[in-house]
């Protein structure tokens, strides 16, 4: 007997995931871009500090990220106090809370291919627009953005993917609240915990599936980009 998706546990973890990934999409890309165009661009000798602080969340177990924004989001912790003065409450064990833990956690998915993809933008093009008279943001709305479109393309589908299948952060962050913080992966560990092989092999097909989907869109995305740049 197969297992039955439509349980009111799925839908909410289904539910909780995709809010989850697209707010902290959305929000990655507008944080990521000046942070991006800035380290592809500056002299600065902030740069490398920065560069290291961004991609720290690739290399660093999800747990020690988690456990640490534990500590930082109770009351007594420093972000916990900041947010209490705020009227914000303690956001440990809260949707917020864990959208704030999967924005640093993804930030490296969504500033590296816009670092990339500003840095490959000839200098040229860019001084030949300031030679017409246009502004910064005429610049960077007219010629940035569109010649940044498979760089943003890129990092709009790895931010998605990586925070769908965030587990340790989350499960550190947020616990595992239905409705609230229960996430996909949380809810396939939960059903592998119960013995529930049949729906965790469901979930887990699910994911897989997903993930290859996505891979392969992004691969079609890139062939289309590079004909049409052709």
Do not use: C
């Amino acid at each position: 007997m197969l297992p039955d998706p439509a349980a009111p546990a799925w839908i909410a973890a289904v539910w909780v995931t995709l809010k989850l990934a697209s707010l902290t999409t959305v929000i990655l890309l507008i944080v990521g871009m000046p942070l991006a165009w800035w380290l592809a661009h500056t002299r600065s000798a902030w740069r490398m500090p920065v560069g290291a602080v961004v991609a720290l969340p690739m290399v660093l177990p999800p747990t020690v990220l988690g456990f640490y924004l534990l500590i930082g989001l109770a009351p007594d912790g420093p972000l916990g106090q900041l947010t209490n003065a705020l009227g914000l409450g303690t956001l440990a064990f809260t949707f917020k809370g864990v959208l704030l833990a999967s924005l640093l956690y993804s930030l490296p998915f969504v500033v590296h291919p816009l670092q990339a993809g500003f840095a490959a933008i000839p200098p040229a093009v860019l001084d030949a627009a300031a030679t017409l008279r246009a502004s910064p943001l005429d610049r960077f709305v007219s010629v940035v953005l569109p010649l940044s479109r498979p760089a943003l393309t890129t990092a709009a589908l790895l931010g998605f993917a990586h925070t769908v299948g965030e587990f340790g952060v989350v499960l550190m962050v947020g616990g595992n609240i239905e409705g609230e913080t229960r996430v996909l992966s949380v809810l396939l560990y939960d059903q592998v915990e119960a013995m529930a092989y049949r729906d965790a092999h469901l979930l887990a097909a699910g994911l897989l599936v997903f993930s290859f989907a996505l891979l392969l869109l992004m691969q079609r995305l890139g062939r289309r980009t590079a004909v049409a740049d052709v």
